[in-house]
Each structure stands twice: as structure tokens, then as C-alpha cells.
């Protein structure tokens, strides 16, 4: 971790920024560049801040994300129109993560503890923000996602010439879809279906929060205005975000997030306790589901809509990562008088089958 008046080793960091003044050096140099070396992302300053901040977990010995295998590097944050999904915060842990083991010179920087190097630095990297080539060396790998957008498009419209025309004007899917953030559970792809069929929102570990406004905004916006017919709540086996609630990782803010799977353990941990640490992430991927198909049936929402004699039904399904296959847990409610029923009929069949 970088900290004034920490160590020593003044002059490493003062050699660098005499040479870069003094030889008129172009201010991207290969020195530089491994100072401020940056993954790909849409915001290089926050990533250094996160860089700080996983370093200091590490020198205290915090565990970090510890089964997302996933190596995506680009954060998706759109909108919640039916086929575009969004894709969650795990791996940037990983790679800050990865730039806290690899070695090369990305990890030079962190045996510089100089007084009142985070000001020199902040000064250099506002300097450099501003030259071209280290813009473009930032935004590069950015170009290739663009060039498939257009590529996707024309293919797209080759097949169906008129399909983006009808898609903005008018979207009616018939599924809410409400999954885990990761990147490796795609909803459209999944299932099948085309953009403007299935109405998705994503978060850590598919939670639902009876004061979650994003996700009950979701929710009501796609039963009161799209008359959605089917909602699925849908996990996967292997969720970092449930294995870390189980194993009560310390992370930081999501933390808080987590906080609402451990109350998922504890209220089955007569169940979770009879099975070893490995097997007991995927039964509590299962019952995380199970319990969050609950909350989006006690939802006011869902309640108003049954009321009203609206179809609708709510089902709980878990993905394979390994086969790519869903798994129906048999959670399916259509009606608020088969809840408790339907809820402990596939309590059961989970406990049966797992204990087995
Ligand atoms: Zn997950």
C-alpha cells in the first residue's frame, strides 16, 4: 500500500520525474506508463482508487472474491429496456485482484512510499489524462465492442430488415427476468430469446429488497406497464456473491448487500450445516432462490396484480455454469393462496435431493 512516511526509497520516485523534466521526455514514457498502467475501463481513476483500496485489504490480510472466474473487463451500466443486460461489479475485484499478484513492473509502484508522493502522482496523472496517446492507450480496447455493435447490427438487419424499426416502437415481452450480475450468465442468451422478449434486471446474487427502488422499480414497471406474464427469479451454482455471504468474507461496502443471503443461511442452517463448506454454495444458490421468489411474490406489486386478476406467475430457476443448463427448482406460484404451500414443497425436494 502507497502511504506518506512510509519506508523509504525517496530517490526512486524522484530519479523517474527528474528525467521526464529535464530530457523533455514525451510524458507517456514506458516508466510512466507502468506507474499508471491501467486495465481497460471507463474510469481509470476509480480503478486506481480500487487498486489502493485492495491493497490494503491484502497487507490486513482480507480475503478477496474468491470463485468468479469470470475475466470480462468492461462494466455495462444501461438502461433496463428487455434484452440488454447489465453486467455486475466481481470483476473488477478480480482484476484488482490480478494487479495485486502479477509481476512486471505493474507492481513497481507499490515500493515507492515517498512524502507526499500521492499529491506528485495526482499531479502527473492529471498531466498525462490530458495527452492523446495515453487517452487513446486507455480507450483502445473499447474500439473492438463498437465494431461488433455495428457488425451485429448489419447482420441483424440483413436477417430481418425492418427489426430495429419495430423494436423502438414498441417492446412487449412477456418474461421478467431478475438474475445475478455475472457476466457469465447472459439472460437472453440462456433462454433463447431476441432483444424486446425478455425484461431483465440484474444484480449480485439475484436479491430481492422489499426497499430496493431499482429492482421493485423494475418490478412494477414491467407488471403494471408491460403486463408481463412470467417472472423468474433465476441464480447460478457457483455465485461469488453467495460464497462470499457464506463464508463471510469481508469486502467493504458490499458487505451490506450480502448481509441479506447470510440471513438466507441462518434461517436454514439446520439444512446448510448438514452439508461439507464446498457443496453448501450451491444449496445456498438454491435457497437464496427460493427465498427471493417469496419476496417478489409479497411484493405490493405482485399482491396488487393478483388482485386485480392479473396472470402472472413467479418461478425460481438456477443456472449451471458447468452445462449451461437451468435447473426448475419447482418454486412456481400463481397465486398468493399457494405460496406457503408451493414454498415448502420445493424446500423439501431441495433437501431430498441434496441430502441424497
Ligand atoms: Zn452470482
Redesign the pocket.
Known amino acids: 500500500m502507497w502511504s506518506p512516511g512510509q519506508g523509504s526509497g525517496t530517490g526512486i520516485i524522484l530519479i523517474p520525474l527528474a528525467v521526464l523534466v529535464f530530457t523533455k521526455q514525451p510524458l507517456v514514457t514506458a516508466n510512466t506508463r507502468s506507474l499508471f498502467q491501467q486495465p481497460a475501463n471507463t474510469n481509470a481513476l476509480a480503478t486506481e482508487r480500487r487498486g489502493a483500496e485492495g491493497a490494503a485489504a491484502s497487507a490486513q490480510g482480507k480475503p478477496g472474491w474468491a470463485t468468479s472466474g469470470h475475466n470480462d473487463k468492461t462494466l455495462m451500466v444501461g438502461s433496463f429496456r428487455s434484452g440488454s443486460g447489465s453486467t455486475g461489479c466481481m470483476h473488477h475485484n478480480n482484476r484488482t485482484r490480478r494487479s495485486l499478484t502479477d509481476s512486471g513492473p505493474r507492481q513497481q509502484p507499490r515500493n515507492l512510499a515517498v512524502p507526499g508522493k500521492p499529491a506528485i502522482l495526482s499531479s502527473l496523472r492529471d498531466q498525462l489524462v490530458g495527452n492523446p496517446s495515453y487517452r487513446d492507450t486507455i480507450l483502445h480496447p473499447l474500439r473492438h465492442l463498437l465494431k461488433n455493435n455495428q457488425q451485429w447490427s448489419q447482420a441483424t438487419r440483413r436477417e430481418e430488415p425492418e427489426f430495429f424499426l419495430k423494436l423502438s416502437k414498441q417492446q412487449s415481452p412477456e418474461y421478467l427476468w431478475i438474475g445475478?450480475?455475472?457476466s457469465r450468465?447472459p439472460a437472453n442468451e440462456i433462454v433463447g430469446l431476441l432483444p424486446g422478449e425478455l425484461f431483465v434486471h440484474r444484480n449480485?446474487?439475484?436479491v430481492v429488497v422489499h426497499t430496493d427502488l431499482n429492482c421493485l422499480s423494475v418490478l412494477q414497471y414491467a407488471v403494471e406497464i408491460l403486463k408481463v406474464k412470467h417472472i423468474i427469479v433465476c441464480?447460478?451454482y457457483g455465485?461469488?456473491?453467495?460464497q462470499a455471504a457464506l463464508e463471510n468474507q469481508q469486502l467493504g461496502l458490499i458487505d451490506n448487500w450480502l448481509r441479506h443471503i447470510q440471513d438466507v443461511r441462518e434461517k436454514h442452517h439446520t439444512l446448510v450445516d448438514l452439508f461439507q463448506q464446498k457443496e453448501r454454495i450451491d444449496l445456498l444458490c438454491e435457497l437464496n432462490v427460493l427465498e427471493q421468489v417469496i419476496h417478489v411474490c409479497q411484493t405490493t406489486i405482485v399482491r396488487d396484480a393478483w388482485r386485480s386478476g392479473q396472470q402472472l406467475s413467479v418461478n425460481g430457476w438456477v443456472y449451471g455454469l458447468r452445462d449451461g443448463l437451468v435447473h426448475d427448482l419447482g418454486i412456481s406460484v400463481i397465486h398468493p393462496g399457494e405460496i406457503a404451500e408451493v414454498y415448502h414443497s420445493a424446500l423439501t425436494n431441495i433437501a431430498q435431493r441434496d441430502v441424497e
Open positions: 445475478c450480475a455475472d450468465v449480485v446474487a439475484n441464480g447460478h455465485c461469488g456473491g453467495v
